[in-house]
């Protein structure tokens, strides 16, 4: 990062902490734990040892038996197996689907693929606050529905949705619950043994881990099957062949372990920096923030205004680092789906910022942030067409 940014874009990835590069830094090279982890050899041994531990350590994130998480590249990867895994291995007996509009581009791209399948898709919408109302769900269920996938933390609004409450009506339902997990695993509390949740993705760089690798678990009570979605040698129970990469899996165990241990604390700093920064632009004329702010995950605020454009607001923000209300991952300058879906008009989407916090946020961040928001925002409407 350059020295003059600010970074304030935690929600799409974390740096590194420097105990987990060095704990990658042990594997790599002659004398780390290189090796193939399949291999029968010392080495190979040393290296199986290195992927257990991570195993354990992300085993004791979750409260759950490390045998029931498979490595991954990351939580797109997890979403994809899990979601198509699970619908082709229940299609026998249904085929009806259930998810809902503000999922996350993996979520929802993999459920059009299988909609193109054959497979009967509902799609659910939010409050306007971006909750989804258990009734609501319950109101569409079928006998042939196999899978509910709902996220836990929105990625763009930091809403947090009941998986308890959505568990235990899938279970009642006999209907497999998947949940993306990829902005909660390390930054709220999630213990597998009270969430009924029968499959759970992850991605280590969400809380402090390497980019690139990530995990699905799959619960066995009751016993979930899915199919695999690639093919090869038989690595992680055949559901995801192909040789692990040491190095990231021990750098996601090493910020497994830091989040145990770390995360109240992360919990409370990142609620201080968040609630900063609302009383410092709360005042602004027109301002609304977007989701829930009373049970909302506290690392997350986002937040539109009028008579601004969306890309002049991202500029003008600089050097703070910030996200649009543009669709996350496309080049293109699409309103946000998830604002959408939350009843936003095109034109607050585009104007929305996400500002996301962490654990090398400081306050003077946080009050160059306030000054910088504020000064762009009077800019922009001094010359909007609107004024
Ligand atoms: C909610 C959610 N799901 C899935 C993903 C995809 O994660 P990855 O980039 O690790 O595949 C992200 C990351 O942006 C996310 O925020």
Not at 239 to 268: F, K
Request: net charge negative; charged share 20%; with cysteine.
């Amino acid at each position: 990062m350059s020295a003059s940014s600010i970074y304030m874009d935690y929600a799409a990835t974390t740096p590194a902490d420097p105990r987990v590069i060095e704990a990658m830094n042990k594997c790599c090279g002659i004398g780390g734990a290189f090796a193939n982890s399949a291999s029968m050899h010392k080495l190979g041994r040393q290296a199986a040892d290195v992927v257990n531990h991570a195993r354990g350590q992300l085993g004791y994130l979750l409260n759950t038996s490390s045998d029931r998480l498979i490595w991954t590249s990351g939580a797109t990867e997890s979403n994809n197996l899990a979601i198509r895994g699970a619908a082709h291995a229940r299609a026998h007996r249904g085929k009806h689907l259930i998810t809902m509009l503000t999922e996350h581009k993996a979520v929802i791209d993999t459920f059009k693929a299988l909609e193109k399948d054959g497979f009967d898709i509902t799609w659910l919408a939010p409050r306007k606050d971006g909750i989804l109302v258990i009734d609501d769900l319950a109101e569409v269920l079928r006998a042939d529905t196999q899978l509910v996938s709902i996220m836990h933390v929105n990625n763009e609004t930091g809403v947090v949705q009941d998986i308890c409450a959505i568990g235990e009506l899938c279970r009642e339902n006999d209907v497999l619950f998947h949940c993306d997990a990829a902005q909660s695993v390390g930054k709220l509390e999630i213990d597998l043994q009270e969430i009924q949740v029968d499959l759970l993705s992850l991605t280590a760089h969400k809380f402090y881990g390497p980019q690139g690798i990530g995990a699905l678990y799959i619960s066995d009570q009751p016993r979930v099957g899915i199919f695999p979605i690639t093919y090869g040698g038989g690595q992680e129970k055949s559901l995801r062949p192909g040789t692990l990469p040491v190095h990231q899996i021990a750098g996601l165990g090493s910020a497994a372990e830091i989040a145990s241990a770390e995360l109240r604390d992360n919990m409370q700093h990142v609620q201080s920096m968040r609630d900063r920064l609302w009383t410092g632009i709360s005042d602004i004329p027109e301002i609304l923030r977007n989701g829930d702010s009373e049970s909302g995950y506290a690392g997350i605020l986002n937040v539109s205004v009028s008579d601004v454009e969306g890309e002049s607001l991202i500029l003008g923000m600089d050097p703070v680092c910030v996200a649009s209300g543009s669709a996350c991952n496309s080049k293109d300058n699409d309103p946000s789906h998830v604002l959408r879906a939350l009843g936003c008009s095109s034109i607050e989407a585009q104007a929305a910022i996400r500002f996301s916090f962490g654990r090398l946020t400081t306050p003077a961040d946080i009050d160059f942030a306030i000054k910088q928001y504020r000064k762009t925002v009077e800019h922009l409407r001094s010359i909007s067409p609107a004024s």
